[in-house]
């Protein structure tokens, strides 16, 4: 089997959400001098870029991504430490901390947008539903985040998104941290009015801004 | 004999499961296999399907998903389980007719058939949407000011006396008591003292709810809903909600609104997992009537095409197996004030009264923004009433209704959210300014002239 067939079926392996398959072929890509990072960028990080596509074209749907994400960990727990080993470094991944806020159990589209997270290569930290805001900034505080993103479908939860910017604030950690809110009755206009740095009308463009905001402010 | 002391046994003792594998290994995957199984398809050019068989089978897989996966509890992470005679009893006990409101307008709430000659019954109001306080009255009396709507489901409120309501904490008390007080108000100043309410939407968790059991507030001819989470799951505050209406004595009405995308799959199994929601919610909240909300995972709107196949289907499958008091849900992506509502308020509206629902709204924009007025509601009763009137069939209507989201199907995602109340109606007088007024006419005409509708 050649490279470029091993990291197709790298691909394949975390489109079908095949856990065995992949950590199968991690080890194979490994078996054939494949350098670590060329198997993660090119093999899973390609077919976690299909599922995203099919996701936004409602080709699959949330359990599909799910099952996506895992297949890719389960490579990632083989390909990582071999990276670290070879010297060659590790992916620079950025870290998200996630969670749907204060008050509210309504976690769907926090999920998706995590799921979607992951595929595009961000570490994420989800801490459920009805999170206090104050476990949101200390998780980040633990993990060296750089989001701190929060949902919510209630317009009564949406005054602890400001509580969360303004705790961070009293902290003297907001520049520490790209706020990033969202959710069903979330507005654009109203996330700027509380001074997040970003917000997604749905998992698809909450991704690209994370993308967008991270280049912008923290250069990476 | 289920009763909600049952629930709570079956919520502290059934089979204990994490969360995320109830998620994934019950609901996920059944709802595959069902759909699979059952070969149900979704044709996104027949919206409003002509096929019995397929909503017989919709109707089987979704009994089926019900008995085999139940309810997940969060809070005790244990299913509530029923049998099939307890899933039964609830059918067979299941009002058929009800009656809301009091006196002069009280209405006979009914199971709705397809294709069903009898007028529907229309629940006006901007339902899920977050209403400044200040507007909260005049926008209220806008609906109920209209003689076509025959009960209320308006949105909560968000802030009250100047302060920001949050979740689970004392203003939201306050709150919900203030939305059922403006909307006491609005029905006396309407004329319609005795207007059923759908209320209580400032009560997010169960603290207004509880403090909303008076006849200062709510009557027992209204109703307040009760949500099954997504997908197949509740809580102690929504079992908390139907203890304390169930003692009171008003009405608890089920809201199911699993997500397309989300873990039930696509539309085919996400219509699957409404017919189970419905069974599981009349066994579990012994609600006397229910909801259907599809939610699109990306444009929420009920008037997508996916979420109006499921109304479609669901009406359907349910109205022949299991006829349930049910409203259809009419969420628009555009606000008051723009063409595009119109659009989509007549789809999303004629695909209910044709297939077995009553329409409930329009909320406008999702709820996202409180633009939104009495007379889109209108348009919406006017689009039902001459529908029935003239006595389309399923045919009829798929034909119609594909016409009309062809219209704005393709700009959902970047939707015209119109303009906020106070610029569409003089809240003074509450009567509709005439630029408003004035497009409301137009866009009738144009409907009426697209369909050949006698709206």
């Known amino acids: ?220 | 004999m289920n009763s909600i002391w049952e629930v709570i046994d079956k919520a502290e003792t059934g089979p204990y499961m994490e969360e995320r594998d109830f998620d994934l290994k019950v609901v996920a995957k059944k709802c595959r296999e069902l759909v699979k199984e059952y070969e149900i398809r979704f044709d996104p050019n027949e919206i409003v399907t002509t096929d019995d068989s397929m909503a017989d089978d919709v109707y089987e897989a979704g009994m089926r998903l019900a008995l085999e996966a139940g309810i997940y509890c969060i809070n005790t992470k244990r299913i509530i389980k029923f049998d099939e005679s307890e899933i039964k009893e609830g059918i067979l006990s299941a009002p058929k007719e009800l009656v809301i409101g009091q006196g002069r307008d009280s209405r006979v709430l009914y199971a709705r058939g397809i294709e069903d000659s009898r007028r529907p019954i229309i629940c006006g109001g901007q339902a899920g949407a977050a209403i400044p306080e200040e507007w909260y009255l005049p926008m209220s009396i806008s609906y109920m000011k209209e003689p076509l709507i025959d009960m209320i489901n308006n949105g909560g409120l968000a802030i009250v006396e100047g302060r920001k309501v949050r979740t689970n904490t004392p203003l939201e008390i306050q709150a919900t008591r203030r939305e059922l007080t403006m909307l006491r108000e609005a029905a006396a100043r309407a004329g319609r003292p005795g207007i059923s309410f759908i209320a209580g939407e400032s009560s997010v968790s169960v603290l207004g709810d509880l403090a909303i059991a008076s006849e200062r507030y709510m009557r027992p001819s209204d109703a307040h809903l009760v949500a099954l989470l997504n997908e197949l799951k509740t809580d102690y505050d929504r079992i908390s909600k139907v203890v304390n209406f169930t003692e009171y004595g008003a009405f608890n009405v089920t809201l199911v609104d699993p997500i397309i995308g989300g873990y039930a799959g696509g539309p085919e199994g996400v219509a699957v997992c409404f017919i189970a929601s419905f069974l599981l919610g009349r066994a579990m909240y012994r609600s006397e009537y229910h909801v259907c909300h599809p939610i699109h995972f990306r444009y929420m709107s009920t008037s997508a095409v996916e979420c109006m196949w499921n109304l479609n289907i669901v009406g359907q499958a349910m109205a022949r197996n299991a006829p349930f008091i049910i409203m259809g849900d009419v969420w628009t992506s555009a606000g008051a004030g723009s063409e595009m509502i119109f659009y989509e308020i007549g789809a999303n509206t004629i695909t209910n009264v044709v297939t077995g629902t009553h329409p409930l709204g329009v909320s406008a924009t999702n709820g996202k923004y409180p633009h939104a007025s009495g007379l889109e509601t209108r348009f919406m009763a006017e689009v039902a009433v001459a529908a029935v009137r003239s006595k389309l069939n399923r045919k009829g209507a798929n034909d119609l209704v594909v016409k009309l989201a062809s219209e704005y199907k393709d700009k959902m995602g970047k939707p015209d959210i119109g303009r906020p109340f106070p610029e569409l109606y003089d809240v003074n007088r509450v009567i509709p300014k005439p630029e408003w007024n004035a497009l409301y006419l137009s866009m009738k005409k144009k409907i009426s002239e697209l369909t050949g509708l006698d709206i």
């Not at chain 1, 065995?20 to 991690?26: H, I, L, W």
Request: hydrophobic content about 45%.
């Open chain 1, 1 to 220: 089997m050649n490279h470029e067939e091993i990291l197709q079926n790298l691909a394949d392996s975390v489109i079908s959400g095949d856990e065995e398959k992949a950590k199968d072929f991690a080890k194979k890509a490994l078996e054939a001098g494949i350098d670590p990072l060329t198997a993660i960028n090119e093999g899973l990080m390609r077919g976690m870029s299909q599922v995203g596509d099919d996701f936004s074209k409602l080709k699959i749907y949330l359990p599909e991504v799910m099952m996506a994400a895992e297949a890719m960990k389960a490579a990632l727990s083989i390909l990582e430490p071999a990276a670290l080993q070879k010297g060659t470094g590790t992916l620079k991944k950025s870290k998200v901390v996630i969670g749907t806020i204060t008050g509210d159990i309504h976690d769907i589209g926090k999920n998706i947008v995590a799921m979607l997270l992951r595929a595009n290569g961000f570490e994420v930290y989800d801490l459920g539903r009805d999170v206090p805001i104050d476990d949101l900034i200390k998780k980040a505080e633990e993990v060296g985040a750089d989001i701190i993103a929060a949902s919510t479908l209630l317009s009564t939860s949406m005054p602890y998104m400001e509580d969360l910017i303004s705790l961070l604030k009293e902290r003297g950690l907001r520049d520490k941290y790209i706020v990033m809110v969202g959710g069903g009755p979330v507005t654009r206009e109203w996330a700027a009015s509380i001074g997040a740095d970003g917000y997604g009308d749905d998992g698809e463009e909450a991704v690209k801004v994370a993308k967008e905001l991270l280049q912008r402010v923290k250069g990476k």
